[in-house]
T-cell receptor, first 115, second 115 residues
Framework: DGGITQSPKYLFRKEGQNVTLSCEQNLNHDAMYWYRQDPGQGLRLIYYSQIVNDFQKGDIAEGYSVSREKKESFPLTVTSAQKNPTAFYLC??????????????FGEGSRLTVL | AQTVTQSQPEMSVQEAETVTLSCTYDTSENNYYLFWYKQPPSRQMILVIR??????QNATENRFSVNFQKAAKSFSLKISDSQLGDTAMYFC????????????FGAGTILRVKS
């Protein structure tokens, strides 16, 4: 079945460590997105990529980095520079030709806790 | 910058009854889209309904309908004949026209359907 797979589902990290969250899709979607979800704040856009080897900062990119070397994959690295990394992270993608429709397909999310 | 406000953090409704979730937004744009997304417990977020700002007719999807008041910048979601499976977090979202599916989300409303 086609879909978006995020891993790991739960991740614990010590302060000062970088961690990479995986996002893989087999939907043949061109555009991919990373959102951060915090209680009472909704979802905020971290990074997005509309094509391989290209990505753009969203509203809260500081302390995060991404890469888009393959169409299927859009990993997010939470660096030690991110001041408050504990959150729920959601990856999403958009089908070809649907880039201006607002229709996002989401993964199940990764919950990161910094100890 | 656009903002989306959901003033009801939590709501509950009896099974088979009707409930309305509120959403207001602020923008200087004339052409845009509005959305309601549903995030069930431990499941993927999905698009419930979409409204184009240039359309006067309110969007409807089965038991879900919206009341779009452009002048008032209001976009409420009505769920008729509520079912237990409607229990979820509901997010209102905004997108400028041709903005590459970069959505701005509200803080969300937790809806609990009681039997």
């Amino acid at each position: 079945d086609g879909g978006i797979t995020q891993s790991p589902k739960y991740l614990f990290r010590k302060e000062g460590q970088n961690v990479t969250l995986s996002c893989e899709q087999n939907l043949n979607h061109d555009a991919m997105y990373w959102y951060r979800q915090d209680p009472g704040q909704g979802l905020r856009l971290i990074y997005y990529s509309q094509i391989v080897n290209d990505f753009q900062k969203g509203d809260i990119a500081e302390g995060y980095s991404v890469s888009r070397e393959k169409k299927e994959s859009f990993p997010l690295t939470v660096t030690s520079a991110q001041k408050n990394p504990t959150a729920f992270y959601l990856c999403a993608s958009t089908a070809p030709g649907r880039i201006s429709t607002g229709e996002l397909f989401f993964g199940e999310g990764s919950r990161l806790t910094v100890l | 910058a656009q903002t989306v406000t959901q003033s009801q953090p939590e709501m509950s409704v009896q099974e088979a009854e009707t409930v309305t979730l509120s959403c207001t937004y602020d923008t200087s744009e004339n052409n845009y889209y509005l959305f309601w997304y549903k995030q069930p417990p431990s499941r993927q977020m999905i698009l419930v309904i979409r409204q184009e700002a240039y359309k006067q007719q309110n969007a409807t999807e089965n038991r879900f309908s919206v009341n779009f008041q452009k002048a008032a910048k209001s976009f409420s979601l009505k769920i008729s004949d509520s079912q237990l499976g409607d229990t979820a977090m509901y997010f209102c979202a905004f997108m400028k026209q041709y903005d590459g599916n970069k959505l701005v989300f509200g803080a969300g409303t937790i809806l609990r359907v009681k039997s």
